[in-house]
Structure formats: C-alpha cells, structure tokens
Nanobody, 123 residues
Framework: QVQLVESGGGLVQAGGSLRLSCVGS????????MGWFRQAPGKEREFVAA????????RYADSVKGRFSVSKDNAKNTVYLQMNSLKPEDTAVYYC????????????????WGQGTQVTVSS
C-alpha cells in the first residue's frame, strides 16, 4: 500500500503562483510514476501532468504547458507541481496519483490517489 498526501493549495489571484507537494509513504513508494490531476465542480477529473519515477520524462496537458512544471525528489519521496501564471479556469481540487505502469492521462491506470488539495484562482 502507498499513501499519498498533497499540500500547498490555497487561494491566489490570477497571474500568481503556487507549488503543490505530494508526499508518498509505504512500501515501494519511490518506485512509482507520478501524476497530477484536477477536478473542478461538475466536471470530470482531468490529467494535468506526470513524471516517470526516474524523473527522465514528463508529460503535460496542453492547457498547462509552459505554465506548470512537475518535478520529483526521490530522496524526500515527494513530487511537486509548480504552477505559474495561474488562471481562474485552473480552479479545482488537485490530486496526485501513483502508477507502476506508464505515465498516462488515463485515471484508470493509476493505482493510488491522494485526498486532494483545493486551488482557487480569483480573477
């Protein structure tokens, strides 16, 4: 079992920045590829970014390319999502997730999920 705990969400004005963190614990938690997803009220959960366990490959949704950056610190068992130039449409609950398979946009491919952290961007 792997446990994931997100933090770093909050209220920010449009154009501002936030950095989300996701700490993993449990057996083998450093051996997972990690993804970030978000879910706005009334919408499906959507892919945001992902990074391979060796940090060599990243992938981003088109909506966040050039503004968000995902990174991983295996020594701290933590994955980060740096979010810059935030827009009101980025408002959502952000989740991190872990998979042993491949980094993918599909939520069904991820085995473990955190509880989520709220990000609200005011205009």
């Amino acid at each position: 079992q792997v446990q994931l705990v997100e933090s770093g969400g909050g209220l920010v004005q449009a154009g501002g920045s936030l950095r989300l963190s996701c700490v993993g614990s449990g057996r083998g938690s450093t051996n997972y590829h990690m993804g970030w997803f978000r879910q706005a009220p009334g919408k499906e959960r959507e892919f945001v970014a992902a990074i391979t366990r060796n940090e060599m490959t990243t992938r981003y949704a088109d909506s966040v390319k050039g503004r968000f950056s995902v990174s991983k610190d295996n020594a701290k068992n933590t994955v980060y999502l740096q979010m810059n130039s935030l827009k009101p449409e980025d408002t959502a609950v952000y989740y991190c997730a872990a998979t042993t398979r491949i980094i993918t946009i599909a939520t069904t491919m991820y085995d473990y999920w955190g509880q989520g952290t709220q990000v609200t961007v005011s205009s």
